[in-house]
């Protein structure tokens, strides 16, 4: 089962529009328990619990599913749990998350442009009728109840990565991740594709350069998000594919400050699953993208 390109895939692209639609709806899909919140809202709240969850408490970098290694399998199964409702929503087995290839729209005069913002496509989500329920306070850092629409500064800051920088970091970096596993780490597949050093700042320039929503800790309220971690995700593919033998880091020998990141430990859920960073490595198993080799190839 295939995901595909969201902007040469319009069929996939179209059904995901639709799929978060009705994810989105609490008369369709309520969320247990949360009065007028739906599904789709409890991804926010329980990637914004991930961020406030310190790995160890003491520090405050390196939380439940950011600023480690577990950055890569946490979204990887974030994304699976969203893509099996999107499945149910859209009576749809065959049904993966398109991704979106920013390196494309990169290479446009005006990023801002591309047709992705257009309102056939995401751009409807920035008009009335998508409502953020649940929003991160920009004063306090809290989740809060929210009624208003979606907020977005398309390339007011930063700009998106490369193909060519891309590339080249899925050439280099031999090894998954690095002491001390955290943001600091000088080098390593996650922390350059998470972003926090190197040119391109792969993921965190993503985010920035959309602004508004994807900015704080609620940022799954844009539906971009899922779009967008699936592109993360597909580099991390191409990666596992140049680098056969390179293994997730760290394993159980790790300390316990390393919690929700070793390769055997629980990955922070707000349900009552216990998936592991070792059962996200063989991504085939759910899905496989309509190509990587754009990414993967030897040639920079
Ligand atoms: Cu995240």
């Known amino acids: 089962m295939i995901r595909h390109n969201f902007l040469s895939?319009?069929?996939?692209?179209?059904?995901?529009?639709?799929?978060?639609?009705?994810?989105?709806?609490?008369?369709?899909?309520?969320?247990?328990?949360?009065?007028?919140?739906?599904?789709?809202?409890?991804?926010?709240?329980?990637?914004?619990?991930?961020?406030?969850?310190?790995?160890?408490?003491?520090?405050?970098?390196?939380?439940?599913?950011?600023?480690?290694?577990?950055?890569?399998?946490?979204?990887?199964?974030?994304?699976?749990?969203?893509?099996?409702?999107?499945?149910?929503?859209?009576?749809?087995?065959?049904?993966?998350?398109?991704?979106?290839?920013?390196?494309?729209?990169?290479?446009?005069?005006?990023?801002?442009?591309?047709?992705?913002?257009?309102?056939?496509?995401?751009?409807q989500f920035a008009l009335s009728d998508w409502r953020v329920r649940l929003e991160m306070s920009l004063r306090t850092g809290d989740l809060r109840p929210a009624n208003r629409s979606l907020q977005r500064e398309l390339g007011n800051t930063g700009r998106l990565p490369t193909r060519t920088g891309v590339r080249m970091i899925i050439r280099d970096q031999a090894a998954y991740d690095t002491s001390p596993f955290s943001s600091s780490s000088p080098g390593g597949i996650r922390n350059l594709v998470e972003g926090w050093v190197g040119n391109e700042r792969i993921h965190n320039s993503v985010h920035v350069w959309i602004g508004g929503d994807m900015g704080r800790s609620s940022s799954p309220n844009d539906p971009v998000f899922f779009l967008h971690h699936c592109n993360v995700d597909r580099i991390w593919a191409a990666w596992q594919e140049r680098h056969p033998d390179s293994t997730y880091l760290p394993d159980m020998t790790a300390p316990d400050t390393l919690q929700f990141h070793r390769i055997d430990d629980a990955l922070y859920s707000i349900y009552e699953d216990t998936v592991t960073p070792g059962d996200m490595v063989d991504y085939k198993t759910y899905y496989e993208y309509d190509t990587i080799s754009d990414l993967a190839e030897l040639q920079v």
């Open 9 to 123: 895939n319009p069929e996939a692209a179209q059904k995901y529009i639709e799929g978060v639609r009705r994810l989105k709806d609490p008369a369709q899909f309520a969320w247990a328990g949360q009065d007028g919140l739906s599904i789709y809202d409890s991804f926010v709240f329980w990637h914004h619990q991930s961020m406030m969850l310190m790995t160890p408490p003491n520090q405050n970098d390196r939380n439940a599913a950011h600023s480690g290694p577990g950055f890569l399998p946490w979204h990887r199964y974030f994304l699976i749990t969203l893509e099996g409702l999107l499945r149910q929503a859209l009576n749809d087995n065959e049904f993966r998350i398109p991704y979106w290839d920013w390196t494309t729209d990169a290479e446009l005069p005006e990023p801002a442009t591309s047709p992705i913002w257009s309102t056939a496509n995401l751009g």
